[in-house]
């Protein structure tokens, strides 16, 4: 009798620690489901969730850059030539340093960046652009254009800020219609007016200014009346203004970073700026305009 009275006991004993094992796997289940544990387990395969991917690239592996004479580094190297080779985007001269070298590397950057900019280009020409680098299929593009669009004869004849506004949003589309992933890097337009400050102490750069280069704002550079502070002000509202189209329009693409005003913000002084023209950036002025880039695409986060 006792050893059937142990045996019975110790089936009890059994079943209790089988219906306790049960409820706990239960309570397992419903916590993998959402319940009040602390941290999600593993998947139902024994496998962690894949981390998604990030919006945005540290570490590109190509390069297109599209623009206007700063990006083709016009006056870098000689009087009204461009020096592709200085560009800061994708230029190989080690002086310079330019973003594509420091992303890629020297070798990479050689056959993975491609310069698409033109000298003289305005927003109307960055769709047609954008067209030619899609078929590269880079995996970021460069922009910086709007120069031209205040740089014209007269300051009634800059560029409309809504037709600045219609062809970037064009480019963006012929674009993402290739390349949806593509990353995009949009420097803002230079100050035009702090160029005009600092050119204007130089005789040569005066006599070159004369052969054309944006007369809406260098025309009569030591001219200080207020007709011509009134003139110059206007190129400078009108830059300001394309910079916020640039800015607007690229925070709504989610793989797009806007620099935040740096390029516009920055005190070129007399070193960085060509000393033919003393205006467009020298090979010291394109090594701080690749380091801005590649602080931008290298940062975690967008400039505030």
Same mark, same amino acid.
């Given at each position: 009798?006792?050893?059937?009275?142990?045996?019975?006991?110790?089936?009890?004993?059994?079943?209790?620690?089988?219906?306790?094992?049960?409820?706990?796997?239960?309570?397992?289940?419903?916590?993998?489901?959402?319940?009040?544990?602390?941290?999600?387990?593993?998947?139902?395969?024994?496998?962690?969730?894949?981390?998604?991917?990030?919006?945005?690239?540290?570490?590109?592996?190509?390069?297109?850059?599209?623009?206007?004479?700063?990006?083709?580094?016009?006056?870098?190297?000689?009087?009204?030539?461009?020096?592709?080779?200085?560009?800061?985007?994708?230029?190989?001269?080690?002086?310079?340093?330019?973003?594509?070298?420091?992303?890629?590397?020297? !070798?990479?950057?050689? @056959?993975?960046?491609?310069?698409?900019?033109?000298?003289? /280009?305005?927003? %109307? +020409?960055?769709?047609?652009? *954008?067209?030619?680098?899609?078929?590269?299929?880079?995996?970021?593009?460069?922009?910086?254009?709007?120069?031209?669009?205040?740089?014209?004869?007269?300051?009634?004849?800059?560029?409309?800020?809504?037709?600045?506004?219609?062809?970037?949003?064009?480019?963006?589309?012929?674009?993402?219609?290739?390349?949806?992933?593509?990353?995009?890097?949009?420097?803002?337009?230079?100050?035009?007016?702090?160029?005009?400050?600092?050119?204007?102490?130089?005789?040569?750069?005066?006599?070159?200014?004369?052969? !054309?280069?944006?007369? @809406?704002?260098?025309?009569?550079?030591?001219?200080?009346? /207020?007709?011509? %502070? +009134?003139?110059?002000?206007? *190129?400078?509202?009108?830059?300001?203004?394309?910079?916020?189209?640039?800015?607007?329009?690229?925070?709504?693409?989610?793989?797009?970073?806007?620099?935040?005003?740096?390029?516009?913000?920055?005190?070129?002084?007399?070193?960085?700026?060509?000393?033919?023209?003393?205006?467009?950036?020298?090979?010291?002025?394109?090594?701080?305009?690749?380091?801005?880039?590649?602080?931008?695409?290298?940062?975690?986060?967008?400039?505030?």
């Amino acid at each position: 009798m006792r050893n059937r009275r142990h045996r019975s006991r110790s089936r009890g004993a059994v079943a209790l620690a089988a219906a306790a094992l049960l409820g706990a796997g239960t309570l397992t289940a419903c916590d993998a489901q959402g319940g009040n544990a602390s941290a999600p387990g593993p998947s139902a395969h024994g496998k962690p969730s894949p981390k998604p991917t990030p919006t945005w690239d540290t570490t590109p592996r190509s390069l297109a850059a599209v623009g206007d004479s700063i990006t083709r580094g016009f006056d870098a190297c000689s009087v009204l030539s461009d020096c592709i080779e200085a560009s800061w985007a994708t230029g190989t001269d080690p002086e310079v340093r330019s973003l594509a070298t420091r992303l890629l590397g020297k !070798g990479r950057a050689a @056959s993975h960046s491609w310069n698409h900019a033109k000298s003289g /280009a305005r927003m %109307a +020409d960055l769709p047609e652009q *954008v067209a030619r680098a899609v078929t590269e299929r880079p995996e970021l593009v460069t922009v910086m254009v709007g120069a031209n669009d205040a740089c014209r004869p007269t300051a009634a004849a800059m560029t409309p800020v809504d037709e600045f506004r219609d062809d970037f949003e064009q480019a963006m589309r012929t674009l993402r219609r290739s390349l949806p992933k593509a990353q995009v890097y949009v420097a803002s337009v230079p100050n035009l007016k702090r160029l005009w400050s600092q050119g204007r102490t130089s005789p040569l750069g005066k006599q070159v200014w004369k052969l !054309g280069i944006c007369p @809406s704002m260098l025309g009569d550079p030591d001219d200080l009346s /207020a007709t011509a %502070a +009134d003139r110059r002000d206007t *190129v400078r509202e009108r830059v300001v203004a394309y910079n916020e189209v640039l800015e607007d329009v690229c925070d709504k693409d989610r793989r797009c970073r806007y620099d935040g005003g740096a390029v516009f913000d920055y005190r070129f002084d007399g070193d960085q700026l060509s000393h033919w023209d003393w205006f467009h950036p020298s090979k010291n002025g394109q090594s701080r305009l690749a380091e801005l880039a590649h602080r931008q695409v290298t940062a975690r986060k967008p400039a505030a």
